[in-house]
């Protein structure tokens, strides 16, 4: 029964934190609006509040890749993430960015090209957010990834090494 409570209170907390997040965007928005008309901002602090759901030291002493794993996985219900978001995240969670280095100017940075090059674990979306990979077709990853190194020029490189490769194959055969 504690377990099922538990759960329970997990997917409320999850629920909330959406909600937060649309009152933040929604603050964001209106403060937005008023600057355009000329007004001063109506809201102060367009932060989304913490829920509690992410203890202080969460991510404390975890690997980069775990911690930012893990807080996807809290996040499930809501999809995909900014690594602003995830950033934000696991600082929440205790995430100790100097143990590995990381100057604070340079956080996001590193943490959103971190994520990019482990394709092992995490998918970039078109629009810049993170997912985990097990959260997509993998069919329909195929085709983007297809797709990412063809606008990148990949495809076509490789396709010509291939083409090639039968012609020195050959050459090598008659010399």
């Given at each position: 029964m504690s377990d099922r409570?538990?759960?329970?209170?997990?997917?409320?907390?999850e629920h909330l934190a959406e909600q937060l997040s649309d009152v933040a965007d929604t603050k964001k928005m209106?403060?937005?609006l008023r600057k355009r008309m000329g007004l001063e901002p109506l809201y102060g602090d367009t932060s989304v509040e913490s829920t509690g759901s992410i203890r202080p030291d969460q991510f404390y002493g975890k690997p980069l890749a775990t911690a930012a794993g893990?807080?996807?996985?809290?996040r499930k219900a809501r999809g995909a993430c900014s690594a602003d978001e995830i950033l934000t995240g696991l600082r929440e969670g205790g995430f100790d960015f100097e143990a590995i280095g990381w100057k604070e100017k340079d956080n996001l940075r590193l943490l959103s090209s971190s994520l990019a090059k482990n394709i092992a674990k995490f998918h970039r979306l078109p629009n810049g957010t993170f997912g985990l990979l097990e959260w997509y077709?993998?069919?329909?990853?195929?085709?983007?990834?297809?797709?990412?190194?063809?606008?990148?020029?990949?495809?076509?490189?490789?396709?010509?090494?291939?083409?090639?490769?039968?012609?020195?194959?050959?050459?090598?055969?008659?010399a």
């Open positions: 409570l538990s759960a329970a209170i997990e997917e409320l907390e209106i403060n937005s893990e807080f996807l996985e809290r077709d993998k069919e329909m990853l195929k085709r983007a990834t297809k797709q990412e190194r063809k606008q990148n020029g990949v495809v076509e490189a490789v396709e010509e090494t291939e083409a090639s490769a039968p012609v020195e194959e050959s050459e090598k055969a008659s």
